[in-house]
């Protein structure tokens, strides 16, 4: 016998599929079992809700029983499915992931699943032990025993507080052009050459680029950020010496600060970034006119976050290195046309770590004072 279900759905029921069909959810299948619903209610066929809600017939069916014999609950959500039961009790999971979290075998650099499996076994009444199995119980506590990140972990010590929040003083101040502050560092690039002509984007086609380049070398750009003002100036060289360095310091002098009476930069730990960089560039007499004009200010070794220049690097790489770009000449004129444009809009960093932050969020990583604090005379 053919079975009709009849639904009719109450004022409050339909209110609360319209809305969920509103609402924008990602459940598709729940989206379409509401329409379903709504379609029927409305005295729609089952070929026509079919064709409109682009399920099949059977779909419609289904719906329209669970809901007649459970409900509107029963008719959007799935049935529970059968399965089999799990291989691994609650205390033998915790046993593979504080295995798979513990030191490797000896001989082995690292946990593999089929090591894993094995191991339960030997640790367990399990006779054998998949290493799908193994893997399942894993990705669901998110364990990946066969990767490793590396992390460079700072020492906060004394050195780093003081190098830190001397930097971070320097942020805060008020804009003075007389002494302006300048956050400065470098990146090498990648000089990637096309093999052959790509093909531009048509109506309906992507751009296409032939999955095979060719390396030109590679390039270097020193980076400057006014810490206080809407200007950046990327200078691309082809080597990253120390002459290039002291070059690049004339030219802030000279050239882009002629009337500052001296520029505090902050600095990265590199070798290049220092005093003696110029005096191996420049006669003595020149190397110490630019650096009178000078005042170094170093970041804490293993904190290059903290040098504000690393922000617009990142803005650079973005915008406009995010692509093969094969010589020298090319790279510098899309650099000088992204800096002209960046500089126009008077895009600035707004920098909102502050010392009181710092205090406030690593003051379990200060140092404690051999004395304490002594009281102020009147």
Not at 8 to 36: D, N, P, W, Y
Not at 189 to 208: N, S
Request: positive net charge.
């Amino acid at each position: 016998m053919n079975v009709r279900w009849i639904v009719e759905l109450t004022e409050e029921e339909r209110a609360e599929l319209r809305h969920f069909i509103s609402g924008g959810s990602t459940q598709v299948r729940k989206v379409k079992r509401a329409q379903i619903l709504l379609a029927a209610d409305a005295g729609a066929r089952d070929g026509e809700i079919a064709a409109s809600v682009a399920v099949g017939t059977s779909t419609v069916y289904r719906t329209k029983q669970r809901f007649v014999e459970g409900g509107l609950s029963r008719a959007l959500n799935d049935e529970p499915r059968p399965g089999g039961t799990r291989k691994l009790s609650g205390k033998e999971e915790a046993l593979l992931i504080a295995t798979a979290c513990s030191a490797p075998p000896e001989g082995r650099a690292r946990w593999t699943l089929d090591l894993l499996a094995g191991e339960m076994v030997r640790l367990t009444n399990h006779s054998s032990l998949s290493s799908e199995t193994v893997r399942r119980r894993l990705a669901e506590n998110e364990i990946k025993p066969w990767q490793k990140k590396m992390w460079c972990i700072p020492k906060v010590d004394a050195e780093f507080i003081a190098r830190m929040e001397d930097v971070l003083d320097l942020y805060a101040e008020n804009p003075s052009p007389d002494t302006p502050v300048v956050s400065f560092d470098e990146s090498p690039v990648q000089l990637i050459g096309e093999t052959r002509i790509p093909i531009p984007a048509q109506p309906g086609t992507p751009a296409r680029i032939d999955y095979e380049y060719r390396r030109n070398g590679t390039a270097n750009l020193f980076v400057f950020v006014d810490a206080h003002n809407p200007w950046r100036h990327v200078k691309t060289t082809e080597h990253r010496s120390c002459i290039d360095f002291a070059e690049c310091m004339r030219e802030l002098v000279d050239v882009h600060y002629p009337n500052a009476r001296r520029i505090r930069l902050v600095l990265d730990n590199l070798s290049i970034h220092s005093a003696s960089a110029l005096y191996q560039a420049f006669p003595p007499d020149e190397a110490r006119r630019i650096l009178r004009r000078i005042e170094m200010h170093y970041v804490p070794k293993h904190a290059s976050w903290l040098n504000m220049v690393e922000i617009e690097i990142g803005v650079l790489k973005q915008q406009c290195l995010a692509r093969r770009i094969g010589d020298l000449a090319t790279l510098k004129r899309e650099i000088a046309a992204w800096q002209t444009t960046r500089n126009a809009a008077k895009v600035r960093i707004r920098w909102m770590f502050s010392v009181q932050h710092a205090r406030k969020k690593m003051g379990h990583a200060y140092p404690q004072p051999a004395h304490p604090a002594l009281p102020v005379a009147a």
